[in-house]
Nanobody, 118 residues
Framework: VQLQAFGGGLVQAGGSLRLSCAGS????????ISWYRQAPGRQRDLVAT???????TYADSVKGRFTISRDNAKITVYLQMNSLTPADTAVYYC?????????????WGQGTEVTVSS
């Protein structure tokens, strides 16, 4: 499975961006699709998750501002980010937890950079 994340860029504080992550490959079942982010010098943190059944969870820091969604027909997940602040500046990665070839596996996208200016 290959994941391609895109949609990052430079935006002013208070602005919005929509990230997308498109996957290719044959997956039997998706358990979770998630967005993580890693700011310079910091660890990679979980931002949002959507389960195969559509249940969503968010980090406290993005609740009410970010929305994760997916296209059930494809391995595609979106992250709508509103009211962005400089603290949201990071490289954003998508992550798929899925059943492939009879084994549960985790796949990572290559990351897309988001920069929020004050």
């Amino acid at each position: 499975v290959q994941l391609q994340a895109f949609g990052g860029g430079l935006v002013q504080a208070g602005g919005s961006l929509r990230l997308s992550c498109a996957g290719s490959g044959s997956i039997s079942s998706i358990y979770y699709i998630s967005w993580y982010r890693q700011a310079p010098g910091r660890q990679r943190d979980l931002v949002a998750t959507i389960s195969g059944g559509g249940t969503t969870t968010y980090a406290d820091s993005v609740k009410g501002r970010f929305t994760i969604s997916r296209d059930n027909a494809k391995i595609t997940v979106y992250l709508q980010m509103n009211s962005l602040t400089p603290a949201d500046t990071a490289v954003y990665y998508c992550n798929v937890d899925a059943l492939l070839s009879g084994r549960r596996q985790i796949f990572w996208g290559q990351g897309t950079e988001v920069t929020v200016s004050s």
